[in-house]
């Protein structure tokens, strides 16, 4: 069974970069679509961004559009997101998990999809 886990969050100002890590275990990413989403303190989670199995599509949120890059690593079986011009609302923790992509800008969970622990991201002066 497919397990992912992620990684890479921490503590950066306004402005500042992380990349996150999303590593497979017991199954091949490129089987499936994967996303990234948050949830942000106080809030329901809502997809960021979401790539497919192929690597061929690729949806942003528009909150993250132009700061945000997904990409995946086939030979490490891990997808990954810059985050770049971090802002304060980025704040929260952030999950991967397979997705299904809807239009140009939506990542849906998978029904099935089994949520970990996420990584926590904090953007604060």
């Known amino acids: 069974q497919l397990q992912l886990d992620e990684s890479g969050g921490g503590q950066v100002q306004p402005g500042g970069t992380l990349t996150l890590s999303c590593a497979a275990s017991?199954?091949?990413?490129?089987?499936?679509?994967i996303g990234w989403f948050h949830q942000a303190p106080g809030k329901e989670r809502e997809g960021v961004s979401c790539i497919s199995n192929g690597g061929g599509q690729i949806n942003y949120a528009d909150s993250v559009k132009g700061r945000f890059t997904i990409s995946r690593d086939t030979a490490k079986n891990t997808v990954y997101l810059q985050m770049n011009s971090l802002e304060p609302d980025d704040t929260g923790v952030y999950y991967c998990?397979?997705?299904?992509?809807?239009?140009?800008?939506?990542?849906?969970?998978?029904?099935?999809?089994?949520w970990g622990q996420g990584t926590q991201v904090t953007v604060s002066s």
């Open positions: 998990v397979p997705t299904v992509l809807r239009g140009s800008s939506y990542c849906v969970a998978h029904p099935d999809a089994s």
């Open positions: 017991g199954g091949t990413l490129r089987d499936y679509s």
